[in-house]
């Protein structure tokens, strides 16, 4: 009887031995889960267009909320770093900066930078509201909307490090990427779970980004890298023709063959249609990664659209009448590039809805619109 008493005290206590253990295990099992929820509070988003897209405005639409850590250019310092390698190669140390960024983990920039002693340093840190705030910089005297000709005197010899400080006081963490050509590279960080990424898609009528980059001096370095992507030297016709079909390419992975884990996670906006009605479209574009638009903020967003900030030409502007910038290639392109570029980039324009023009009379009849209506396939994917 006393063996039976051992034998069943014995299973009991492996009963309650593997209970235990079980337990446990559950607990140790659910404490990443428990850790990716709280990371998800943060929101992260990448604004994915190309050169003079006018991607630095919708950045500054970001950058300007009190609540966003935003970034610019980022993908600059590899590009920087291995002007030797093809876009193609490229993509991954992008990718894996990126997502380094979004997780507030700035050292994954060192390798890229010839010094990292000061946010200075930083390509274009300056753009960055955030880094000009007093969090950063204890001489910024920062209130609403930034002044980047006082943040570069101020702020340009703090320490690197209070990049990730500042990072982890956001709720939602920005960057913008025009050296990105390619929308399956980005599916890691798509489907990483300590990520909460969205995408806005921003493209615009290649005839006004010939024309922008003619008037920009400062694209030589990209276009030998893009050019590589057809085993060419530096050719603006090899690099117009990459970007429009990469634009193309991207939108239509989105949209046409979307994936699962792109659901709610990236829409394609038209600069010509945000320029028309910026405060409606921000607030659209606010709404879609969790921001509220305050009065305060529909008003600068109207006045910076109008070009009735004051702009400081030594940095970046963006300070414009943006309706009137949209339309400027009309008047700046000549009519054989216009022919050029339309021909290179005629699936572009065909699937984004630029109308093509047969002459020079129609491309200076600035009544005539150019921007065709959106059909239903350029609905947001939801």
């Known amino acids: 009887?006393?063996?039976?008493?051992?034998?069943?005290?014995?299973?009991?206590?492996?009963?309650?031995?593997?209970?235990?253990?079980?337990?446990?295990?559950?607990?140790?099992?659910?404490?990443?889960?428990?850790?990716?929820?709280?990371?998800?509070?943060?929101?992260?988003?990448?604004?994915?267009?190309?050169?003079?897209?006018?991607?630095?405005?919708?950045?500054?639409?970001?950058?300007?909320?009190?609540?966003?850590?935003?970034?610019?250019?980022?993908?600059?310092h590899v590009w920087n770093r291995l002007p030797q390698e093809t876009p193609e190669l490229l993509h991954l140390p992008v990718r894996d900066l990126i997502r380094s960024i979004?997780?507030?983990?700035?050292?994954?920039?060192?390798?890229?930078?010839?010094?990292?002693?000061?946010?200075?340093?930083?390509?274009?840190?300056?753009?960055?509201?955030?880094?000009?705030?007093?969090?950063?910089?204890?001489?910024?005297?920062?209130?609403?909307?930034?002044?980047r000709t006082e943040c570069g005197k101020k702020c340009g010899t703090v320490p690197f490090k209070k990049l990730e400080d500042a990072c982890r006081n956001y709720s939602h963490v920005v960057v913008k990427a025009v050296r990105i050509l390619n929308l399956e590279v980005l599916y890691p960080l798509l489907k990483d779970p300590s990520l909460n990424l969205k995408i806005i898609h921003l493209v615009r009528d290649p005839r006004a980004i010939l024309s922008s980059r003619e008037s920009f001096g400062y694209l030589n370095s990209d276009d030998v890298i893009v050019s590589k992507a057809q085993r060419s030297t530096s050719n603006i016709s090899v690099v117009m023709e990459e970007i429009c079909k990469a634009q193309v390419q991207i939108y239509k992975l989105a949209s046409l063959n979307s994936q699962p884990f792109l659901k709610n996670r990236y829409i394609m906006v038209r600069y010509e249609d945000l320029v028309r009605s910026p405060v409606d479209h921000t607030t659209e574009l606010y709404d879609y990664i969790g921001l509220t638009v305050t009065t305060k903020?529909?008003?600068?967003?109207?006045?910076?659209?109008?070009?009735?900030?004051?702009?400081?030409?030594?940095?970046?502007?963006?300070?414009?009448?943006?309706?009137?910038?949209?339309?400027?290639?009309?008047?700046?392109?000549?009519?054989?590039?216009?022919?050029?570029?339309?021909?290179?980039?005629?699936?572009?324009?065909?699937?984004?809805?630029?109308?093509?023009?047969?002459?020079?009379?129609?491309?200076?009849?600035?009544?005539?619109?150019?921007?065709?209506?959106?059909?239903?396939k350029f609905e947001w994917i939801t």
């Open 297 to 376: 903020f529909k008003s600068w967003t109207y006045n910076v659209s109008h070009g009735l900030i004051p702009n400081d030409k030594d940095l970046m502007p963006f300070s414009e009448d943006s309706v009137k910038v949209a339309q400027q290639w009309r008047e700046k392109l000549h009519f054989s590039k216009v022919k050029q570029v339309q021909k290179l980039c005629k699936q572009e324009m065909e699937v984004f809805g630029y109308q093509l023009i047969e002459s020079e009379r129609e491309q200076k009849n600035m009544s005539l619109d150019l921007l065709l209506p959106k059909p239903d």
């Open 102 to 147: 979004f997780l507030c983990d700035m050292s994954a920039f060192k390798p890229y930078m010839s010094t990292s002693k000061y946010i200075g340093n930083l390509f274009l840190w300056h753009e960055s509201r955030a880094l000009c705030s007093s969090l950063v910089c204890p001489n910024s005297t920062l209130k609403d909307f930034i002044n």
């Open 1 to 76: 009887m006393s063996g039976k008493c051992s034998t069943y005290l014995k299973c009991v206590l492996c009963m309650v031995l593997v209970q235990v253990i079980w337990q446990s295990s559950w607990h140790i099992y659910q404490a990443p889960n428990q850790r990716i929820k709280t990371r998800q509070t943060k929101t992260h988003l990448l604004i994915l267009s190309s050169w003079r897209s006018g991607s630095s405005f919708v950045g500054q639409l970001f950058n300007q909320n009190p609540d966003v850590f935003y970034l610019i250019e980022p993908a600059w």
